[in-house]
């Protein structure tokens, strides 16, 4: 039907607001709780070939390629295949080994980008075996690619990418545990896994509740000179997505770098005009992750932490509700969103179509 901003005051919000049923819809069909498996009808590969990969390079732009950037993290955890990200453009220009024994996967909201599209045409031509991650139905890259997974998240309108980078998150979890289950992956993770993502949706709605708690936050926030985004392993990737769309509808000036790079360089840079968010999951990196508050402290940097509990390291924090660890990043993405667009409010940017940007680059 007609797509319109459906009573919310952006497309932005909208589509924020919209996840707990876009997941549901990468989702739907697609889980098997009987064999704790994935079934993803579109991937056109046999057994034997699902088993023969020893690495997986996935390639995107922009928000695609952090979404990508979590796929892999979820493929080398889940599948236990060595995989890497890479944003398209960087990888269509280096000339890059086309191997015979790499799954290659492409990812795109519009399925229209110029640069991916373009470093799927090279990989298909060297013979690249290569999968589409795309919401778009029928677009270029959906229809060059060998086969894939469509996110089915709807028409996302809003230039700033947001339900489709869970959704792509979500989709990469259906792909690592359909790869992990025909490799080495036990039933019981499996299950675990299965059980993780089902329980998104309504994780998820929690989360929106937040909603006034979040804009209160930003409005303190936004007038900040800049902002440092600081996440480790599963945190970094929600980091670099936060900053990215922090910039994109507000214009702040963001900085992401992985929680243990702060010593090396950055650290130099904060202070109490430059806030840090702080991606602080419940798993094995949470101590590491409090030492680095601390450190921030230590030079009056103030912190809005976001993660599982409460910790008084943090002048402000929030709690999103723990899913498995593999699955964390997914939820974590989202207050930082909402963390975005009420920045951008406060700031009286023109949210749904921010300056300088296009929703799809389609032109070199
Ligand atoms: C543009 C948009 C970004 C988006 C990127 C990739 O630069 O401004 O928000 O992440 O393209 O788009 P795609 O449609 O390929 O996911």
Redesign the pocket.
């Known amino acids: 039907g007609h797509y319109d901003t459906g009573g919310y005051e952006h497309y932005l919000l909208k589509e924020i607001s919209e996840q707990p049923d876009t997941i549901a819809r990468t989702l739907r069909g697609r889980l098997d709780d009987r064999f704790h498996v994935a079934h993803l009808g579109g991937l056109n590969m046999d057994a034997r070939e699902t088993r023969s990969f020893r690495r997986v390079k996935i390639i995107?732009?922009?928000?695609?390629y952090y979404s990508g950037q979590i796929g892999a993290q979820l493929i080398e955890e889940l599948a236990r295949i060595p995989a890497d990200a890479e944003p398209a453009s960087e990888f269509r220009y280096r000339s890059p080994v086309v191997e015979a024994d790499t799954l290659y996967v492409a990812?795109?909201?519009?399925?229209?980008?110029y640069d991916?599209l373009a470093a799927v045409q090279e990989l298909k031509r060297k013979g690249g075996r290569v999968l589409g991650i795309v919401n778009t139905v029928g677009s270029a890259i959906a229809r060059e690619c060998d086969g894939g997974v469509y996110l089915h998240a709807g028409p996302e309108v809003s230039?700033?990418?947001t339900k489709?980078f869970t959704s792509t998150a979500a989709a990469f979890a259906l792909l690592a545990l359909h790869l992990g289950r025909v490799r080495d992956l036990s039933p019981a993770d499996g299950r675990r896994i299965c059980e993780g993502l089902r329980a998104l949706p309504e994780q998820i709605k929690e989360i929106l509740t937040q909603e006034e708690h979040i804009r209160e936050l930003a409005h303190k926030y936004a007038t900040s000179a800049g902002m440092m985004f600081i996440g480790r392993v599963r945190g970094y990737p929600v980091a670099r997505e936060g900053a990215q769309k922090l910039k994109?509808v507000s214009y702040v000036h963001a900085e992401a770098y992985p929680a243990s790079e702060l010593k090396h360089g950055p650290l130099a840079l904060i202070g109490p005009e430059m806030p840090t968010v702080a991606i602080v999951p419940d798993d094995e990196m949470l101590d590491k992750n409090l030492t680095t508050l601390g450190e921030i402290r230590a030079r009056s940097g103030r912190i809005l932490m976001v993660g599982h509990r409460e910790t008084d390291q943090a002048d402000d924090c929030v709690i999103v509700p723990k899913n498995q660890n593999e699955l964390d990043p997914i939820l974590l993405s989202i207050p930082l969103q909402l963390f975005a667009y009420h920045a951008a409010v406060a700031l009286g940017r023109d949210v749904d179509r921010p300056r300088n940007?296009?929703?799809?680059?389609t032109v070199e």
Do not use: D, N, R, Y
Request: with cysteine; proline share 0%.
């Open positions: 995107g732009c922009g928000s695609a990812i795109s909201q519009s399925g229209e980008t991916t230039v700033a990418s489709a994109e940007l296009a929703k799809s680059v």
